[in-house]
RNA sequence: GCACAGGUGGGUGAGUGGUUAAAGCCAACAGACUGUAAAUCUGUCCCUCCUAGCGAGGUACGAAGGUUCGAAUCCUUCCCUGUGCA
């Protein structure tokens, strides 16, 4: 906090705005380093991670509390109600101009987060496609629904071979994105393809900041244990309560309550299953989803790998040198 | 102690004489991912070897014997487990 935040606004005169990026998977301690950092940095928080993002969906999603919050400005959490949604282009947009405000400020952001696509989106960007059609979804689901998703990867053969063979006849939410992709762009006669866009490359990159990304990646094993071990503790501190509101309030279609730990409670709830399987079963679900992170973080380029958890003291002093070094190169620039 | 029901790969659970190294599901591990992603999907999954294949060999369905050209599957004994009766 003492530090002189100088890596300021996107003026042509001055130094490129750096940017943070703390990435890892669920319980690995984002939270904790990104507090350490920010009040160490000047910086603030942009969350990227899809739960955090919608208001009162509380206990399950592990978001900061507020006497956290209160350490350092965080952006992007609360920001819609579980009968809307975000898609990963509309947090792409929210999340660039946030940065751009936070280095106005002459602040350093810091984006945290876990949710793979919506970190792609922001930082490679989107290709220009079209945006979710609800009418023709639905259509196509119904499709799915009595033929078999095999119909459907039948239809896009059709459109565009080329995507067909790159997404599997099981997929279905990836084939409904692909058929959408191609007829929204036949109507407006471009005929573009899905295999098109992907052929693009830089899409829509974000421009102007010197990115640095530093990822937490504790033992598995570790990773684990401190997961079963949250798990449980959100059932023991309010979840059912909190999932049975959220259910009374927004019905049981409501998509946020299909995730992990809002899942098993409802189950809970409806009398599926007992409490300690349900514990045990969101247990499951989120080691499995840290897994799936993983997977995807390991091909994020140019990550500064941390094999500890966030909250560790030597490995936040780590960190912060890392920080010290990247904010020094800019200094040199 | 008697009577039933059982003992199958990390788990669950099919299979009741032969194309069975043994379905399916789960876990584990690896991978993909371009607009609801905390979603969705894919691959591997007994061991060893290689020319890496719908390849070769070796182990394997509680244990030991037996019947059979051939057994997880049939018979015998034994050891465990659950339930019922004592």
Redesign the pocket.
């Known amino acids: 906090m003492n530090l002189p935040a100088d890596h300021g606004p996107a003026d042509p005169a001055q130094p490129v705005p750096l940017l943070l990026v703390l990435l890892g998977p ?1 319980a690995s301690g984002k939270t904790s380093l990104s507090l350490a950092l920010a009040e160490r940095f000047a910086g603030e928080i942009v969350n990227c ?6 208001r009162e ?1 509380e206990i ?4 900061p509390t507020a006497a956290e919050r209160s350490r350092v400005p965080h952006h992007l959490f609360d920001v819609v109600d579980a009968a809307g ?9 929210q999340a660039r101009r946030v940065l751009r405000d936070v280095s106005a400020r002459r602040r350093l952001p810091i984006v945290v ?6 970190l ?2 922001l930082l ?9 059609s ?1 009418e023709l ?2 259509r196509l ?1 119904e499709r799915a629904a009595t033929r078999g ?1 095999t119909y459907l990867h039948r239809i896009l053969i059709h459109l565009d071979p080329v ?1 067909a063979q ?13 058929i ?2 191609c007829l929204s762009s036949r109507e407006k006669g471009s005929r573009q393809k ?1 295999s098109q ?5 830089g ?2 990159p974000l421009r102007g900041y010197r990115i640095m990304r530093l990822g937490l990646d504790p033992e ?2 570790a990773l ?1 244990k401190r997961i079963n071990q949250r798990a449980r503790e959100m059932f023991d501190s309010g979840l059912l309560e909190e999932t049975q509101a959220l259910l009374a309030k927004y019905g049981a279609e409501a ?2 309550l ?6 098993q409670a409802a189950q809970f709830l409806r009398g599926e299953l007992s409490r300690e399987e349900a514990v045990l079963a969101a247990q ?6 840290a ?9 994020e380029p140019d990550v500064i790998w941390l094999r500890s958890f966030g909250d560790d003291k030597p490995l936040q002093r780590k960190a912060s040198a890392h920080v010290e070094n990247f904010l020094a190169a800019d200094q040199r620039t």
């Open positions: 669920t991670d899809s739960g955090a993002m919608v969906f399950g999603t592990a978001k949604y975000v898609t990963a282009g509309e947090y792409a947009r987060g876990g949710t793979g696509l919506y792609r989106a490679d960007g989107l290709f220009p496609g079209p945006e979710r609800e979804r639905s689901r998703s995507a790159k997404i599997h006849a099981n997929d279905l939410p990836k084939l409904v994105r692909a959408e992709v899905m866009l992907w052929q693009q490359q899409r829509d598995r094993q684990y998509r946020p299909a995730s992990l730990g809002y899942k499951q679900a989120h080691r499995n989803y897994k799936r992170q993983m997977t995807w973080f390991r091909r």
